[in-house]
Nanobody, 119 residues
Framework: QVQLVESGGGLVQPGGSLRLSCAASGLTFSRYTMRWYRQAPGKERELVAGITSAGGSTNYADSVKGRFTISRDNAKNTVYLQMNSLKPEDTAVYFC????????????WGQGTQVTVSS
């Protein structure tokens, strides 16, 4: 079955960096648009960043532009989120999402990884 497994979360001080990874299995990774979402306590899940199946196009939430970078390695079935200049408001559970390029209704979620930005 399809599995998306996030890793790389943790506690970091403001201004610090983390790199999240999402390893996919059970699907043809190169046929999926990959996205990172996050959900803070008491808030709705929000889109952070996305990358197309071949990696040719990316998009970001305004709140993370210039600080976060999404990338993927189709040979490793993995998508990454490099997060720099982290702020306390970036604290959330970060989720990986895979959406099939030819059927938007076919999508999968990871279990999430906690990112806490605090001094």
């Amino acid at each position: 079955q399809v599995q998306l497994v996030e890793s790389g979360g943790g506690l970091v001080q403001p201004g610090g960096s983390l790199r999240l990874s999402c390893a996919a299995s059970g699907l043809t990774f190169s046929r999926y648009t990959m996205r990172w979402y996050r959900q803070a306590p008491g808030k709705e899940r929000e889109l952070v960043a996305g990358i197309t199946s071949a990696g040719g196009s990316t998009n970001y939430a305004d709140s993370v532009k210039g600080r976060f970078t999404i990338s993927r390695d189709n040979a490793k079935n993995t998508v990454y989120l490099q997060m720099n200049s982290l702020k306390p408001e970036d604290t959330a559970v970060y989720f990986c999402n895979a959406q099939f390029m030819w059927n938007s209704a076919s999508q999968f979620w990871g279990q999430g990884t906690q990112v806490t930005v605090s001094s």
